[in-house]
């Protein structure tokens, strides 16, 4: 097996154990997540404080006394911020959960990825056009 098979594996793995995750807690239903949006309930606040916790841990071991790197400021990023907000309070779903909806059988995650694709093309015709913002890709020099 090449390497880059095998890191695609482990990527593939580690989102299957993602979705998992996501399902178990409730983070692909819609009433929990309007919950969570309405503050509720606090559950699903309380998992997301633990991953990025342990996301921060993970990120210290993993970079261990490595400089990072700062990223300039991308002026997209507050209305990308709000407009991603907006269509996960409306959905229920990021892309990700909407991924893990679909493999649960929630037919209706089809259209809230045909939204995100939408959303994703007109931000790439309208940003560089007529808004003068990047639309490069997340980690891109």
Request: overall charge positive; proline content about 1%; aromatic content about 12%.
């Amino acid at each position: 097996m090449t390497a880059s098979f095998k890191e695609h594996v482990s990527y593939g793995v580690f989102g299957l154990l993602m979705g998992i995750v996501l399902s178990y807690t409730g983070f692909t239903s819609f009433e929990e997540v309007h919950h969570m949006f309405t503050l509720a309930d606090y559950r699903l606040l309380a998992a997301f404080a633990a991953s990025i916790g342990l996301s921060m841990i993970g990120f210290l071991i993993i970079a261990r006394g490595r400089a990072i790197t700062r990223k300039a400021f991308n002026k997209g990023t507050i209305p990308g911020s709000v407009l991603f907000g907006a269509g996960w309070a409306l959905t229920g779903a990021c892309p990700s959960i909407a991924l893990v909806q679909l493999g649960e059988g929630k037919l209706a995650a089809v259209f809230t990825l045909l939204g995100i694709l939408s959303g994703v093309w007109a931000y790439r015709r309208l940003a560089s056009s007529h808004l003068q913002l990047d639309t490069g890709i997340c980690g891109e020099e």
